[in-house]
């Protein structure tokens, strides 16, 4: 794999800062600058299910045939999928979002880098797993927690949503270390 643009790369001081992985994935650096864009691309970042152009015009408080227009341009970029062809309509594609997170982060960490937060966050997903005695975030009924333990139903959801936040972040870091040893790249290439 080629290295990147230099100017693509982070400098010694940005390598010594923990990620930000609520920056990360400035999805909206892909396509920012014009508002009506934006406005756009708001939209689809919004979008649970798939919706149609009618709905996204409305999301994003624009005319039907500008959100035509910039949903073939997103989904030509990968940023939306299209589902269907009548009427047309389009989900967000996560995993065209992950992707870029995965690249910033090996654009600017390096590998011994990216396993010391891969480090850092193993342990808190551990920290977790024992503080609410279970292998998995979603094994945890937050009512149950809540009425065991005395705290309200709002604080044990928030140690439960960062819990799965810390899995999320393994997940990108993973992926990235995995990208970094070549072994995705060297599969892809040797086809």
Do not use: C
């Not at 309509?89 to 960490?109: A, P, S």
């Not at 480090?119 to 997903?125: H, I, K, Q, V």
């Not at 975030?137 to 799965?164: F, L, Y």
């Amino acid at each position: 794999m080629d290295e990147p643009n230099s100017e693509l790369t982070a400098s010694a001081e940005e390598r010594a800062e923990s990620p930000e992985f609520e920056s990360l994935t400035p999805p909206a650096e892909v396509v920012h600058g014009d508002r009506t864009r934006d406005d756009f691309f708001d939209a689809v970042l919004g979008l649970d299910s798939p919706a149609t152009v009618g709905d996204v015009a409305e999301y994003a408080g624009h005319g039907v045939d500008a959100a035509r227009e910039y949903l073939e341009w997103f989904n030509r970029m990968g940023i939306v999928t299209r589902v269907t062809e009548s009427p047309a309509t389009y989900k967000r594609n996560q995993e065209y979002l992950n992707w870029r997170r995965v690249q910033r982060l090996r654009d600017r960490h390096t590998t011994d880098e990216l396993l010391d937060y891969l480090t850092a966050e193993t342990e808190r997903d551990e920290e977790y797993s024992e503080v609410f005695e279970a292998g998995s975030p979603n094994a945890v009924s937050i009512v149950a927690r809540a009425s065991e333990t005395g705290r309200s139903v709002e604080e044990v959801w928030e140690d439960v949503s960062a819990w799965k936040t810390t899995r999320r972040r393994i997940s990108l870091l993973e992926r990235a270390l995995r990208t970094d040893s070549g072994d995705s790249t060297a599969q892809r290439t040797a086809v």
